[in-house]
C-alpha cells in the first residue's frame, strides 16, 4: 500500500495541492482512433465512440476568447479524426499563440487524412507526436506491426514541410512496459543521432511520459499481477522537485460533453473538478475550475507525474 499522493505533497507545501495559474487548456477531442495500442490510457479505437460535437467545440473556442494567451493543447484519441478539427482550428486561430496538436502520425498516412501535413503547416500547429522508440521492433510490438514505418513516412513528410526545423515537431517517448523512463536528455540525444543517421529525420524536443497506471496499461498489469508492484515503484522514486511542477496547477482537461478535468488521466478516470455544491464544473465555468488556489483532484495514479525526472504533457519536470 503507497502513501496517499496528496499527503505526500502536502508534506512539502500545501501549495503544491492547489492551482495556481491557468498556461494551458487541453482538449479531449474524444476516444476514436485509427490504432487500438497496448499502452492507451483511455481505451481509444477505432470503435470509439465518445466525440466531441459542434456545440462543445463553439463554446470552448468563446471560452478561450475571455483568455487569450492560454495554450491551446489539442488530443484524444486521435483528434485529427474528429469531423470538427478543422473547425476547432480554424476558430482559434486569430486567439492562441501556441497550438499543439497531439498526433499518433499513422493518421496522416490513412487514406482521406492526407491533407493534414499542409493544414498542420497552414495553422501554424505545433506538432507532438508519439513515437514510443526509435527502434522498429518496439514500436511495433507497443502500437501493431507496421506503426514504425507508417510513423516515419508521416515524419518525412513534416519534415518536408519544415517541421523540425522553423516549425515546431516534438516526439513523445513512453515505456514499452512497467518502469520509470531514464534521463529525458539522453534519450533525446539518441533519438536524435538514430532518426537523423538512419533515417535522415529531425525533430525539435523529445518528452518523456511516464505510462499512467489507468485504463488499458492498469488492465495488462492487473493482469500479470504487478498493478501493486508498479504503484510502489512509482511511489519509491517520488521526486520532490518534480512535485513542485506538476502540469495539474497550470492546465486544465476538457472532455467531448465540456466536463472539466485537472489532466487527461483524471478524465479517463472520471474525476471530475466540481464547484462548491459538488456540480461538476463545465467549459462554461472555466474560470471558476482555473481560480487560483483551488483544491486538486487527486489520487493514487498521480504518482507517475512525480517519479524519476516527473511526466507531464511537455515531458519531465526536472530534466
Ligand atoms: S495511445 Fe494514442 S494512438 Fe494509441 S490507441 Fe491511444 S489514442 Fe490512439
Ligand atoms: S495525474 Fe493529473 S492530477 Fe495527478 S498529479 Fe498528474 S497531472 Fe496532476
Not at 496528496?6 to 508534506?11: A, G, M, V, W, Y
Not at 460533453?257 to 464547484?275: H, M, R, S, V
Request: charged fraction near 25%; glycine fraction near 10%.
Amino acid at each position: 500500500m503507497v502513501a496517499v499522493f496528496k499527503e505526500c505533497l502536502q508534506e512539502i507545501d500545501p501549495g503544491f495541492t492547489c492551482f495556481e495559474k491557468l498556461q494551458t487548456l487541453q482538449v479531449n477531442l474524444g476516444d476514436q482512433c485509427n490504432m487500438r495500442c497496448a499502452h492507451c490510457h483511455i481505451d481509444a479505437s477505432p470503435a470509439g465512440r465518445k466525440v466531441m460535437g459542434r456545440p462543445v467545440i463553439d463554446k470552448i473556442a468563446e471560452a478561450l476568447e475571455r483568455m487569450p494567451g492560454t495554450i491551446l493543447d489539442i488530443t484524444g484519441g486521435c483528434p485529427e479524426m474528429n469531423p470538427d478539427f478543422r473547425r476547432l482550428v480554424e476558430s482559434t486561430a486569430s486567439h492562441f499563440p501556441r497550438r499543439i496538436v497531439r498526433s499518433n502520425l499513422t493518421i496522416l498516412t490513412e487514406s482521406g487524412f492526407e491533407w493534414l501535413p499542409e493544414f498542420f503547416r497552414e495553422q501554424r500547429l505545433v506538432v507532438t507526436a508519439s513515437l514510443p522508440c526509435y527502434l522498429e521492433e518496439n514500436v511495433d510490438r507497443q502500437r501493431g506491426k507496421g506503426t514504425h514505418a507508417r510513423s516515419l513516412a508521416a515524419l518525412r513528410r513534416l519534415n518536408d514541410l519544415g517541421y523540425g526545423g522553423g516549425l515546431e515537431l516534438n516526439l513523445v517517448y513512453n515505456p514499452g512496459g512497467d518502469f520509470v523512463p531514464g534521463s529525458q536528455q539522453e534519450l533525446e540525444e539518441a533519438y536524435r543521432k538514430e532518426l537523423l543517421e538512419k533515417y535522415g529525420i529531425r525533430f525539435n524536443h523529445l518528452f518523456t511520459i511516464t505510462n499512467a497506471p489507468i485504463g488499458r496499461f492498469r488492465e495488462y498489469l492487473e493482469s500479470r499481477g504487478i498493478y501493486e508492484r508498479y504503484l510502489n515503484l512509482l511511489a519509491t522514486r517520488f521526486n520532490p522537485e518534480a512535485a513542485r511542477n506538476i502540469m495539474c496547477r497550470t492546465l486544465i482537461s476538457v472532455d467531448w460533453k465540456g466536463f472539466l478535468y485537472n489532466c487527461d488521466f483524471n478524465q479517463a478516470i472520471g474525476l471530475p473538478i466540481t464547484g462548491g455544491d459538488g456540480e461538476i464544473l463545465k467549459i462554461e465555468d472555466l474560470e471558476s475550475a482555473a481560480r487560483s488556489g483551488k483544491e486538486l483532484v487527486l489520487s493514487e495514479h498521480c504518482y507517475c507525474c512525480t517519479a524519476g525526472e516527473g511526466s507531464s504533457c511537455t515531458g519531465a519536470l526536472v530534466a
